[in-house]
Structure formats: C-alpha cells, structure tokens
C-alpha cells in the first residue's frame, strides 16, 4: 500500500481533514464552481497583455510589496470614500481569508459560520489550528437579525463569517443582520461579497457599514464578476489598523508583479469587464425558472449560481449530466445540486441534459 499523509508526522489537527477537492475536469459545460464562463473581453485583454509587458521587464526586481497602485484602483473601484489604508488584496480571496485567520483565528480560538455555507471557511479555520463552530439558518436558507446575534452571542467566537450572498445557497443577506451580529460580537466580523456584483443593484454593500466599525471587515474577489479567476486577485476593506494586522502574516511580497500589473489594468476597465454581469443574471433567472417549470425547488440566488432541491439521487443526477458532457456540483446537501449560470448556450446545454435525464427517469 502507498504511504498516506496520516502516515507522516503531520499535526495532529490535521488528521482525518479532507482537501478541498472540487473536480476539475475537461467537460465541454463546466458549471461546477462558480466562475464566470464568459472570456475576458478583448478590448481589456490587449491592454492586460501590455501591462503584464511593462511587467516583465522590471521581473527581476521584488514587487511593490504594498502593491499600491492596485489598492488605489480597490479603493476606487469600490467608492464610498475608501482610501488605499483601508485596502488589502492577495491570491484570490481564500488567501485573504486565509490572512485574516492567521492573525485572528490560530490555536484555542474560535471561528463561526452559518451552515451550509462556503466549504473554505472551516478548512482555512482548522489549518490555522482553530475551531470551526456552525450555526443554523431557516429551511429556506435565510437568517433573521434576532436568531444570528443570539447564536453568534452564545457562540462567543473570535471570528466570524457572513457570506453575503451566501455560497451554496445564492442566500441574500440583510444588513441589518450584519449589524446585529457585530453589536452581538467581540470578534471579527468578515462579511464575504464574493457575489456581491450579481445582487440587485439597489442593495447596498456592507462596505457603507465600515465607519465606525473597527472590527468589520468586507472582502471581496475578481474571480467571478471580474471574469479574473485564473489570476487569483481577492481583497478586501477594514480598518487602516486591520490592513497592519494582516502584515504581520503575510508572506513578503505575497502578490507577483506580473498580477499586480494585470489586477491593476483590469480594474481601469472595470465597467466592461463587467458587462456580462447582467447577461449571467438573466441566464440565473432562467436557469430558476425551469428548474421549477421540472419540478425542482430552486431557491432564491442573488448570486451566480442556482442551489435546487427536490433531486431524487444527486450523485445519480449528477453522473448522468457528466456523461452528456456537463459538470455541476454536488454540495453534500440531500437532495439538491448547484449549478453555476454560464452563457446561454451553456445554460441550455445544461437545461436540456437536465430535462433530457427526467424524461428517461
Ligand atoms: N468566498 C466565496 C463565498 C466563494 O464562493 C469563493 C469561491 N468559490 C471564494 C470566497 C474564493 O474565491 P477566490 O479565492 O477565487 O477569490
């Protein structure tokens, strides 16, 4: 038998963890984690180029280690007064996360989600040496502002996690919620918009709950409405004493000159580059629409992605999509799957395979 990972010294903590483990594979509709399926557009991608050429020529210096121009063009980018001091980024928004555990989370502390919510959150809590403690939601997947602060009251944890909307239900959450979770903490309240640019787009961010919070932090990615995700671009806004927290644990010149460059020349650009966002909409709508019109149950998504009950046999379901060339998620939940909205074609690729299934059934 071939050496397993348990076998090694490794931290005790560490043993029986599962990696994340999303599959990768080369299917025709990939709609199984939540990116953006449409390319970069090509008027942004010659002057992403051009950038990443300025770059390269000044390689084989370190970066900008405050990586200032980028956290510059956040601040704009996300308004509301925000200056650079209030702006960190790093490799996607895990990384960010990531960071903010290592200096809030780490052994004997505690970090708080409601499940079910983004499978990272307990990952990147435990590999810090902390404690993952789940609270609960409605049936519909919903939070009231009185049953989160009392769970996050008597939880009492150092950090806690608000995935607005959340991930892998498509959830909206109300800021009232946040701000009753914050008025019931102690601890670090990180609000996770990674979809925030999918919502309607008369709700409010909980970036205008910054001031005067020191311990509410937003992050936010380039991954998905960005159309960025293989350049692993995430940050977020806080405190400027928050963003000196950070410092302290991450790894120096943790961002490369050549994704600096890139983030930067995309953010210039940012209304194109986000002008598939209501065409993603709309296929998310349409993707709800039918899946009741099949007699699923979708639930409300402000985000990306459709979370649908009423599936007999997910992993069933699931391998007959694959074999017809089309790739969703099965997120553990009985009875449901996940499926991102991709363009329409992709979109109803994945419609008909769905439909094509249920009359075979
Ligand atoms: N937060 C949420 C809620 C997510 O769904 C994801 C990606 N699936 C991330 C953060 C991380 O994204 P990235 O590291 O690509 O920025």
Same mark, same amino acid.
């Given at each position: ?11 005790? &903590? ?22 953006? =399926?449409? %390319? ?25 280690? !405050?990586?200032?121009? @980028? ?5 704009? *980018? @996300? ?30 502390? =505690? ?28 049936? #519909? ?14 939880? &009492? ?13 498509? =959830?909206?959450?109300?800021? !009232? ?5 914050? !008025? ?8 996770? !918009?990674? *979809? ?42 806080? &405190? %400027? ?10 790894? %120096? ?10 983030? =930067? ?13 209501? #065409? ?25 992605? $459709? ?5 007999? #046999? ?16 099965? $997120?553990?939940? %009985? ?27």
């Amino acid at each position: 038998m071939s050496l397993s990972f348990e076998d090694l010294p490794i931290r005790d &903590d560490l043993r029986g963890m599962i990696p994340y483990g999303a599959p990768q594979a080369p299917l025709p509709v990939a709609l199984n984690v939540n990116e953006n =399926t449409h %390319p970069v557009p090509d008027e942004v991608a010659g002057d992403i180029l051009d950038a990443i050429a300025r770059a390269l020529r000044d390689i084989n210096r370190y970066p900008d280690r !405050e990586f200032t121009a @980028l956290r510059e063009s956040f601040a704009g *980018y @996300l308004g509301e007064g925000l200056q650079r001091e209030q702006i960190w980024a790093a490799n996607g928004s895990n990384e960010v996360l990531q960071h903010i555990l290592q200096a809030f989370g780490g052994p004997g502390r =505690t970090a708080f989600g409601f499940a079910p919510t983004y499978s990272m959150y307990p990952l990147l809590t435990r590999a810090t040496g902390a404690a993952w403690v789940a609270g609960t939601r409605e049936p #519909d997947h919903s939070l009231s502002a009185e049953s989160a602060a009392a769970q996050v009251a008597e939880a &009492d944890p150092d950090v806690i996690f608000l995935c607005a909307p959340n991930n892998p239900t498509g =959830t909206p959450l109300p800021l !009232e919620v946040v701000t009753a979770v914050y !008025e019931a903490s102690r601890g670090i309240v990180i609000v996770d !918009e990674a *979809y925030q640019e999918f919502a309607p787009r008369d709700s409010p961010s909980a970036v205008t709950l910054l001031p005067g919070r020191e311990r509410l932090v937003v992050s936010r990615t380039m991954s998905k409405a960005f159309a960025f995700a293989g350049a692993r671009v995430g940050y977020l806004a806080a &405190d %400027p004493a928050f963003i000196d927290a950070l410092r302290l644990v991450r790894l %120096p010149y943790h961002l490369s000159a050549l994704t600096q460059a890139a983030a =930067t020349a995309a953010l210039a650009h940012a209304s194109t580059m986000l002008r598939m966002v209501d #065409d993603i909409v709309g296929q998310r709508d349409r993707i709800s629409a039918t899946l009741e019109a099949l007699g699923y149950r979708p639930y409300e998504s402000w985000s990306n992605f $459709v979370l649908f009950g009423g599936v007999e #046999d997910p992993s069933e379901t699931w391998r007959r999509l694959y074999s017809r060339g089309v790739l969703i998620r099965d $997120v553990g939940i %009985p009875h449901h799957l996940r499926v991102t909205a991709g363009t329409e074609a992709e979109t109803t690729a994945f419609l008909d395979a769905l439909a094509s299934i249920d009359s075979e059934a």
